[in-house]
């Protein structure tokens, strides 16, 4: 860190510039490959495009504001250490409440689903996605909500022109850490390893003796769970949430999902990044409101150039 | 064996068909027997012109997704561009202003060359890429109409489409049975010209469906690989597909737009639109022509005209107003009680819950739709 805050101090503007949008890019990005994670992982898992996780999430920030507003955190005497001890109350329960969610539409409505042809869990995903939609906005109605600022803007940098604030500090530390583990899970775990099997051929892990549908639960669980962190995180650092936000969030999520390589963890994480930069740097030297327009430009050249993603395997057509 | 006398009745199609095109005539006669507001029944009308327009949509949507089984999801993009290539050649301010009948014309093969270009580079994606890919096609389509202001005037729209113009015999002919050549005033031409055009549509889709064309999309559908084994030129029956059903999206899209006299918010052809359209085929059966048009008249006459109106019952009936009182009786120093009440007991705000269920049971329990193609239902139940 000291270096780069020695050449930010010295810096051309025109680079601290560019430095700036790199850094908000890879900090939203990594947002993005969490919430893409969920996507990747039951997609890997039962080839299924879970349409509604977004809806998911955004249902993670509705309860997260909840919370917030219960536990007394958004009144001016909360003192700080009331509020971190909040937050680390919150994380939790909005990831179980996610997991749970997410487990229990897998289990009422994708499981009767598992030998239907591929059309009918998509659809049904469509359908749970717009209950959720539906579920949000009676919960807290059509207008957009703020969530008051809990963590601290404070900057690291003494230029002016380039910030790096303790909320981004916060972000990193928290997503860094769950992608570290979610890996480490996926490649040591028995668990993890069940996971790769069933993803593999779910026929033969059910004959090694592998519980698929219990394998595939956790999954959907641990999806969920991403996207309850992801909803706090979300919450506390970009601070507007409303019924609508897990549509495009979920579309640029499934866009990082798909960039990487579908199906494929690393690749969510990397195509969450690319994501998070091209957005960040798009919106700076092209205009904030192409920005969604260059993501999926760049999404849909990529597809036609490497039709299964950056990491993604290519897979050779049987009879 | 049926009954008999069975064979001397028009098939439902055409009775529904009938029921459709009498009913301004129905109109009248209401108006004719009860003290009724001479405006009475315009509205409904007007929305039944909308439901078929849709109708000629979702036909289009079908013959990518239910004929060909290419998973859509831009579909609203293709509307979208049939909307401002009509806007575009007949507004006032562009000098073109070649009329309704050039820019339908017009509306139709742009789409479809839109169509061609989206399909040409996606002809090896399969699938879920296929589906990313066209549903990021719309956002770029969506995006773009927004932001070009200069050609698209952005959010504003362009306005004001003029009406068609009958030429003069048919004006003449159209007079004797009562109409005025008034589009705005009187629904009844829109009417009759959206149904007229849907009739042609579905003429043409039903002869399609049977054609050296339409089998070989049939045959994409259940295995391309061994469609192409037995001598299907693979790429040209996907591209003849794409084609197909974005041009018959643009043509709704002209209709649309000639209908509203504006090309309205860029934001109205998003992804909500196309996901809307593929629930209606998929509601009403995929790769059937009547499936799909009872897809759209029950979901979407759900939505436009039905949701409505139970939403203005409950607004008359003063329930909602004695709740909101009682909330705000119960806690006066916050509004938090009344709102909520004031949402949930607004019927519209339950409708996505309500399409929501009706995916999610249907791909439980009758996965081939309401009424199925015999050919989907063979594929799906096997």
Known sequence: ?319 | MKPSWTKFLPRWEVLAFLAIALFPAFCALVRSVFPVQSTWGNLFGSKLTDLLIYAILALGLNVAVGYTGLLQLGIAAFFGIGVYITGILTVNSYPFQVGFFVSLLSATLGAALFGLILGAPTLRLRGDYLAIVTLGFGEVVKVTLRNLEEITKGTKGLNPIPPPHLPDWLAVVAGWFGFSNKWDLDYRLFFYLSLFILAIVVLLLKNLEHSKLGRSWVAIREDELAASCMGVNVPRAKLAAFAVSAGLAGLAGCLYATKLTNTADPNAYDFNRSIIMLCCIILGGLASIRGTLLGVFLLLGFEYIVSPQIDSWIQDSGILDSAVQWAKSVSPDSNQLANAFARLLTFSNWKFMIFGLALVLMMRFRPEGLLPSSRIQQELRH
Request: charged letters at 10%; aromatic letters at 10%.
């Open chain 1, 1 to 319: 860190m000291l270096p780069l805050l020695a050449v930010a101090d010295t810096a051309p503007d025109w680079f601290t510039f560019f430095l700036q949008q790199c850094i908000n890019g890879l900090t939203y990005g990594a947002l993005i490959a969490l919430i893409a994670l969920g996507y990747t992982m039951v997609y890997g898992i039962i080839g299924l495009i879970n349409f509604a996780h977004g809806d998911l999430f955004m249902l993670g920030t509705f309860l997260a504001l909840t919370l917030i507003s219960a536990f007394g955190l958004d009144t001016p005497d909360a003192s700080s250490g009331a509020i971190a001890v909040g937050l680390l109350a919150i994380f939790p329960i909005a990831a179980v409440f996610c997991g749970a969610l997410n487990l229990a539409v897998d289990r009422i409505v994708y499981k009767p689903l598992r030998r239907a042809p591929k059309l009918a869990p998509l659809v049904s995903a469509i359908g749970v996605s717009f209950i959720f939609q539906n579920i949000g906005l009676l919960w807290k109605g059509p207008a957009d909500l703020s969530v008051p600022s809990l963590v601290p803007r404070t900057d690291f940098f003494s230029d002016p022109t380039l910030e790096f604030t303790v909320k981004d500090l916060f972000l990193t530390l928290t997503v860094l850490p769950i992608m570290f583990g979610l890996t480490l899970l996926v490649k040591y775990t028995r668990l993890g390893k069940s996971m790769r099997a069933v993803s593999q051929n779910p026929t033969a892990a059910q004959l090694m003796g592998i519980h698929v549908e219990r394998v595939i639960g956790n999954t959907f669980a641990m999806g969920g769970a991403l996207a309850g962190f992801a909803s706090v995180i979300y919450a506390l650092y970009i601070n507007t949430v409303g019924f609508q936000i897990g549509y495009i969030n979920g579309l640029y999520a499934f866009t990082a999902a798909v960039l990487g390589g579908i199906g494929n963890i690393p690749g969510a994480v990397l195509g969450g990044l690319v994501i998070g930069l091209v957005r960040s740097l798009g919106a700076a030297y092209v205009g904030a409101r192409w920005a969604t327009a260059i993501i999926f430009g760049i999404l849909i050249v990529i597809l036609i150039f490497r039709p299964s993603g950056l990491l993604g395997e290519r897979t050779r057509e049987k009879v």
